[in-house]
């Protein structure tokens, strides 16, 4: 049966940050998602969908904007109950908030109990897939693909490996890190809508044996990404270059172990050199910016014009980051943005909360209103607040429409959330 999701619509053509920003989507102020069988068969005029679907369902959100469902591209859900921790520097913070959290995911029960918080939570600010780091523990990834594949979200997510540089009960072995790795991912890749992902979490935590171990993984399992951080703190920079002092740079820390490729994704990148731009461009991996994070732990200006040049998603990095919201996520990232001399247009932001996301996550059915995508949507209501309100009233196109809800917009602003057609808000 067809489903027909009225109210407005903005669907991507173009790569904003290829095109005038402005000129690289289609608006529709009448316009409506055909659905059925959870993919989206048909954007378009409202009318035009209505008269090519005369028997189908209606749900009409009336003046609400009708997006792609946000696409979060670096998470840490197990860091969901410490968000919003006090201040710290990255490592003072890990080790201070981070760990001793983590510690708890070998209790199943536990790890059950957050990763079905935070993908609640995730939905209710309209985010309907995240990739996410879990911890060492097996549990903490059976937990976390099994709530999503109960919501039916598409998901990505691996193991957090670390042999060194971390409490005892947090570490593994070159050896456990890729047995367990490879377990989890026979069973979970590719099942559903899970994908997984080798996830070393940094070079500091890991020996050159434990990333050997991980690269061997990762190339013997290359359609799965890998996952890991890069660059984003300078204190953090100098340690790296303490323990690899024969690497030419940090993400050399990487290549040399088989952990740079296509599927790479690197959180942060903020210091990056000129050799390391050059050579993410040239094998076409992606840098993730999680701007709420870079500014909460104080770790610096992100380029966004690396975005001409090289895949780039954008992420909360819960709980480093101190919102689950990609509406802040994108207010912040306007912010750095503007900090360097640039002015993202509203059609870059959005474009890098879905579809910018999503190329970084090789995921080509989601991030996008197309016909044979996945129907996962958010539902936005650019009069959410009297301050919104009262801002929109006067916009004269689509772009100073959205434009507040991105810089003051929060979970009220989300009408509705679908994964795969269904819809998600209220959740009991």
């Not at 171990?213 to 984003?232: F, K, V, Y």
């Not at 690899?244 to 940090?250: F, G, I, K, T, V």
Request: net charge negative; charged share 20%.
């Amino acid at each position: 049966m067809t489903t027909l999701i009225l109210g407005r619509t903005l669907a991507f053509d173009a790569d904003p940050f290829a095109v005038p920003p402005g000129d690289a989507a289609t608006f529709e102020r009448h316009g409506a998602v055909a659905v059925e069988g959870g993919r989206i068969v048909a954007v378009g005029p409202a009318d035009a969908l209505r008269a090519a679907h005369p028997q189908a369902d209606r749900i009409d959100h009336g003046e609400a904007l009708i997006l792609p469902g946000f696409v979060d591209a670096h998470v840490h859900y197990p860091q969901t109950a410490i968000i919003a921790s006090w201040g710290k520097r990255l490592i003072d913070w890990l080790e201070t908030y981070t760990f001793p959290e983590e510690a708890r995911f070998g209790d199943p029960a536990y790890a059950a109990e957050i990763a079905a918080r935070y993908l609640d939570l995730a939905l209710a600010h309209g985010t309907t897939s995240v990739c996410s780091f879990c911890t060492i523990h097996p549990e903490s990834v059976e937990a976390f693909f099994a709530a999503a594949s109960a919501r039916n979200m598409a998901v990505w997510a691996g193991k957090t490996c670390m042999d060194r540089n971390a409490p005892a009960d947090l570490r593994d072995t070159p050896r456990s890190a890729y047995d367990d790795s490879r377990a989890l991912l026979e069973r979970w890749h590719r099942r559903g809508r899970a994908s997984y992902v080798v996830t070393p979490r940094f070079s500091p935590t890991s020996t050159p044996d434990q990333l050997d171990a991980l690269g061997a993984l990762w190339s013997e399992h290359s359609d799965c990404l890998m996952q890991t951080h890069l660059n984003e703190q300078t204190d953090e920079i100098a340690w790296v270059r303490s323990l690899y002092p024969q690497a030419r740079d940090y993400l050399d820390t990487y290549e040399a172990h088989g952990l740079l490729g296509e599927r790479g994704l690197y959180g942060h990148a903020i210091h990056l050199t000129a050799r390391e731009r050059d050579r993410l461009a040239e094998v076409g991996a992606a840098a993730i910016h999680c701007p709420t994070s870079n500014t909460f732990i104080g770790s610096g200006l992100f380029d966004i014009g690396l975005a001409a040049r090289m895949r780039v998603g954008l992420a909360t990095d819960t709980g480093g980051g101190s919102n689950f919201s990609m509406l802040r996520t994108m207010a912040a990232a306007y912010e750095i943005a503007q900090l360097r001399g640039t002015a993202l247009h509203p059609a870059q932001l959005l474009w890098l909360a879905t579809e910018g996301s999503a190329r970084a996550l090789h995921a080509g059915d989601i991030g996008r209103l197309a016909p044979g995508g996945a129907a996962d949507l958010v539902v936005l209501d650019l009069a959410s607040t009297p301050a919104i309100a009262q801002r929109v009233a006067c916009a004269e196109d689509i772009w100073e429409a959205v434009f507040p809800t991105i810089m003051m917009g929060d979970d009220r602003a989300v009408a509705q959330t679908y994964v795969a057609g269904q819809a998600m808000l209220p959740r009991d």
